[in-house]
């Protein structure tokens, strides 16, 4: 019924930057919370940033500064801009979306697939 695709993820040196794109398609009525995990090898999985459908950002201490979270709503589609990555932001990107389906009822918690990005030293 929902699906998350992202994009844009691959292999970067150091200092370099990517952008991750996440697009939602499916049965929904509205998009409440859209949200960037990632997880390193051997690591839990942990929040990124986030953003509410008003546009209210929230990031990890760790990518502040040099990461940038957006979204535009009329494509159900959230953005992540990576500047200055360094080798531990390496890790499975995942998009996350807090939804309400076209049938109603309460908001429903989905998943892309990930995408790697990898940066080397």
């Known amino acids: 019924q929902v699906q998350l695709v992202e994009s844009g993820g691959g292999l970067v040196q150091a200092g370099g930057s990517l952008r991750l794109s996440c697009a939602a398609s499916?049965?929904?009525?509205?998009?409440?919370?859209m949200n960037w995990y990632r997880q390193a090898p051997g690591k839990q999985r942990e929040l990124v940033a986030a953003?509410?459908?008003?546009?209210?950002?929230n990031y990890a201490d760790s990518v502040k500064g040099r990461f940038t979270i957006s979204r535009d709503n009329a494509k159900n589609t959230v953005y992540l801009q990576m500047n200055s990555l360094k080798p531990e932001d390496t890790a499975v990107y995942y998009c996350?979306?807090?939804?309400?389906?076209?049938?109603?009822?309460?908001?429903?918690?989905?998943w892309g697939q990930g995408t790697q990005v990898t940066v080397s030293s």
């Open positions: 953003i509410t459908s008003g546009g209210s950002t």
């Open positions: 499916g049965s929904i009525s509205n998009i409440l919370t």
């Open positions: 996350n979306a807090d939804l309400i389906l076209l049938r109603g009822g309460r908001p429903y918690d989905y």
